[in-house]
């Protein structure tokens, strides 16, 4: 259902709910990668809770730590758990049946733990903080609302997705970067009043530019600089226009977004229920990639969540039927060059008939290709940290057999690289 990152290490959760509301029971754990091989840990063979993990997360600043949610209204089984070295250490807020039911769960920048939290006094939303020191959780609930989802953080404000149609929406509650003081935070409600398709957000996360990408039950929208709009009386959201057939459509119209991330270049990756995931470009207004199950190794079209490991370049899809890693070509990405490599290289066309790809550019790269005496037959500017190009010259047609170089500069022309290419038709 979710998974989570950290360094060398993978936990995969196995849960689910039908209709963002009713536990779907596998009476399964989470899957652990501790950097050399897969644990299932013994606690969840041999005992007698059933379980509904939700999301399980690594302690970054103890990485042998792991928190995961119990999402079922069993008293003395739903809850907050603290895992150890994959041993149990202990259970929290397990009782109240269907009341405060914990979700998802997030670790900030400064490793603050954040747990998404529905049916507080059965009609409202929020989060718990976990506190270090008292080994607890305190609770801040100040939303009329229902079902959540995992929460996000970024630069002191947490995201709460809700799914609901009627009393959903994203809580943007601004905690200022210290949660435990609540006397000076902020909060607000994006609903269909701020341009949102509908209240239901399913999925919402924010790009390198401090845009808000929120999916609902039935479209997306965007919205800019989340600590100002805080403060407004009445923001507002934007659709993403594309143009289909010479007119303008909205983006994903009448889809359920079930995840959207963003990679180290600012594209988007983007799930819909029942259609699979789309690689769009940072704007969302072309389409790189579409992956289904008809053409790829995708188990199921409806990918629950997404993860991009920017040290590598790998793509996570999950899903209820099994977990898939892409070979992406995005790695972290600067104003400077990483280690450029093209692939396949050589290109021969006949064992690949593709685009060579280039990995490992700057956030802006300018491109020229020259053939070996020094004639221009191909520039482009690159954004994102990667490049395809299809061998055609500037008249549209395939390059010759023999070799290309490829000139790069960065933006404000700091730094540069070169690459060869052999090319055999």
């Not at 119209?253 to 983007?270: C, H, M, P, T």
């Not at 977990?323 to 790695?331: I, R």
Request: proline residues 4%.
């Amino acid at each position: 259902y979710k998974i989570n990152l950290h360094e060398n290490q993978i936990v995969i959760s196995t849960g689910g709910r039908d209709a963002f509301n009713t536990p779907i029971y596998r009476n399964l754990g989470y899957y652990h990668f501790n950097g050399t091989s897969w644990v299932y840990p013994e606690y969840f063979k041999n005992s007698n809770i059933l379980f509904n993990v939700m999301d399980a997360v690594i302690n970054p600043s103890k990485p042998s730590e792991i928190f995961f949610t119990n999402f079922t209204p069993i008293d003395g089984g739903k809850g907050i758990y603290r895992m150890n070295n994959n041993e149990f250490e202990k259970r929290y807020v397990s009782t109240g049946g269907w009341l405060n039911r914990s979700i998802g769960c997030t670790f900030d920048e400064n490793n603050q733990l954040f747990v998404s939290v529905s049916g507080v006094n059965s009609d409202r939303i929020g989060f718990y903080l976990y506190n270090s020191i008292t080994d607890d959780f305190n609770l801040v609930a100040p939303l009329t609302g229902r079902g959540v989802q995992k929460p996000f953080t970024k630069s002191g404000i947490l995201y709460i997705p809700s799914p609901d149609f009627t009393g959903g929406g994203l809580l943007v509650y601004d905690y200022k970067n210290t949660p435990a003081s609540t006397g000076d935070d902020r909060f607000k409600i994006l609903r269909k009043n701020n341009n949102l398709p509908a209240d239901g957000v399913v999925s919402a996360n924010i790009d390198k530019n401090d845009d808000i990408w929120i999916g609902t039950r039935i479209g997306l929208r965007i919205i800019s600089n989340p600590s100002s709009f805080i403060s407004e009386e009445n923001p507002q959201a934007e659709p993403i226009i594309i143009e289909e057939n010479g007119l303008g459509e909205e983006l994903f119209r009448d889809s359920s977004i079930l995840q959207i991330e963003v990679d180290a270049g600012n594209q988007k990756w983007i799930s819909i229920d029942d259609g699979g995931v789309f690689y769009l470009s940072s704007t969302g207004e072309q389409t790189l990639k579409h992956f289904t199950k008809e053409n790829s190794p995708l188990p199921s079209n409806s990918v629950t969540d997404i993860k991009v490991d920017n040290k590598t370049g790998k793509v996570y899809f999950v899903t209820l039927d099994g977990v898939m890693v892409y070979q992406g070509d995005v790695l972290n990405v600067t104003e400077d060059f990483g280690d450029v490599l093209v692939y396949p290289n050589p290109v021969v066309y006949s064992k690949y008939k593709g685009n060579v790809r280039i990995r490992g550019l700057a956030e802006k790269t300018n491109i020229r290709i020259t053939d070996a005496a020094g004639n221009l037959v191909h520039q482009a500017v690159s954004r994102g940290g990667y490049y395809e190009w299809n061998l055609n010259n500037h008249r549209g047609v395939r390059v010759a057999s023999g070799i290309y170089f490829v000139l790069m500069t960065n933006a404000d022309g700091t730094d540069t690289a070169t690459a060869k290419i052999a090319v055999v038709n």
